[in-house]
């Protein structure tokens, strides 16, 4: 929703400023679809803004569902006729869910084995078609499953949220203020590929909330091969990035590390994380998440499920935190890494 040109408009029809208020409200707490559902305003002045607003910036198609894990995807028609994905995924808590979502359309990055940066970028997300993937899974909870919460929000949906700063860091405020979202910091989390410069920033303006590093190689060669940011922000001044984050928040921090067949899951793979992780000060504070690769266009191959459970124990050898992921969205193209948004 376009809250400034609704303010202006409440402003141009002489209303008062609490009208503005009431509005909000209904709409980022109360999670109406339908400016005609806000009972608190007069039914002429519900249907004056009915016919000037939309409450959401893109039109949604139909929702598919995964029945194996519950989770669901929906495809967004922006404006100017591109289109995004986001993910709904059953949360660690009954009746809580975590939304996916994406700050761009495609990604610039070019990582080679992910679905979304095999489309390419098209464009940066605004602020307003951030935030409005989470209204619209709020929406869609109040809707279907009315006892269920919106508790947790990932930017680990389409795009590179820190090659979208500005618009992403607008977006995280409103999900953070309390009179619009009010979601707690410790319940969002940031998801980069290594943009050094950014994770600094982050650090300064949001310290409370969860920060991600796709690691997924452990060594320079490997990684500048597959992910094109390495050229720019090597594994070196990753972990001086890294550092400075933890010593500014004293916050746990989270590597994704996707196990590629024979490729990065190797016992000298186990080896090499450690060798990167000895360049970071505040080691117990590191968490590494281990995702088998969810396969899309590509020729990668995803490790076997007993090559990630020796991957996971000879990290905790070298006493390496690690979990390994289950991934929700396999069956209906949501998993990570396999967002392209194909009409
Ligand atoms: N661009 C950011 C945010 C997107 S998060 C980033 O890359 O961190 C998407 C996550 O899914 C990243 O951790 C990425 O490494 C991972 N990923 C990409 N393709 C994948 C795939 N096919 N299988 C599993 N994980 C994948
Ligand atoms: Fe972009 Fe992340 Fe995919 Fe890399 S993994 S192409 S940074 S979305």
């Known amino acids: 929703m376009d809250i400034k040109k609704l303010s202006q408009y409440l402003e141009d029809n002489k209303l008062p400023k609490f009208r503005l208020k009431q509005i909000l409200k209904a709409v980022y707490q109360d999670s109406v679809s339908s400016f005609l559902e806000i009972s608190t305003l007069a039914k002429d002045l519900r249907e004056k803004i009915d016919k ?60 080679s084995f992910c679905a979304t940066g095999k489309i390419g970028f098209k464009r940066n997300l605004n602020y307003e078609e951030i935030i409005d ?3 619209f899974w709020k929406q869609y909870l109040k809707k279907n ?21 500005d618009e992403v860091s607008l977006a995280i405020k409103k999900l953070l203020d309390e009179s619009l979202f ?19 920033k982050f650090a300064r303006e949001f310290p409370q909330l969860n920060l991600a ?15 094109p940011v390495n050229k720019k922000y090597d594994l070196r001044e990753l972990a001086q990035a890294i550092n400075y984050y933890l010593q500014t928040t004293n916050r746990k921090i989270f590597f994704e590390y996707i196990l590629f067949d024979g490729l990065n899951d190797r016992e000298e793979d186990v080896t090499q994380i450690a060798r990167f992780i000895a360049n970071i000060e505040k080691k117990h504070l590191i968490h590494i998440n281990l995702i088998r690769y969810n396969s899309t266009d590509t020729s990668f191959r995803p490790s076997s499920r007993e ?35 194909k009409k």
């Open 52 to 111: 000037e607003f939309n409450i959401l910036s893109f039109k949604p198609n139909e929702i598919q569902s995964d029945k194996k894990d519950g989770s669901q995807k929906v495809l967004l028609e922006l404006k100017d006729g591109h289109a995004i994905e986001t993910v709904l995924m059953p949360g660690s808590i009954d009746k809580h869910w975590t939304a996916c979502i994406s700050s761009q359309v495609g990604c610039p990055m070019g990582c």
């Open 307 to 341: 090559r990630a459970e020796d991957f996971h124990k000879n990290l905790a050898k070298l006493k390496i935190a690690s979990t390994i992921r289950k991934s929700v969205g396999g069956d209906i193209n949501a998993a990570c890494g396999q967002l392209a948004a």
């Open 182 to 200: 009010n979601f707690s910091a410790r319940h969002i989390s940031v998801s980069t590929s290594g943009v050094a410069d950014k994770i600094k």
């Open 133 to 135: 993937q989470v209204l």
């Open 213 to 227: 590093v796709s690691l997924v190689f452990p060594n320079d060669e490997e990684r500048s091969k597959n992910m």
């Open 145 to 165: 499953k009315a006892e269920d919460t919106l508790s947790n929000i990932v930017f680990m949906g389409m795009g590179e949220p820190f090659m979208n700063w």
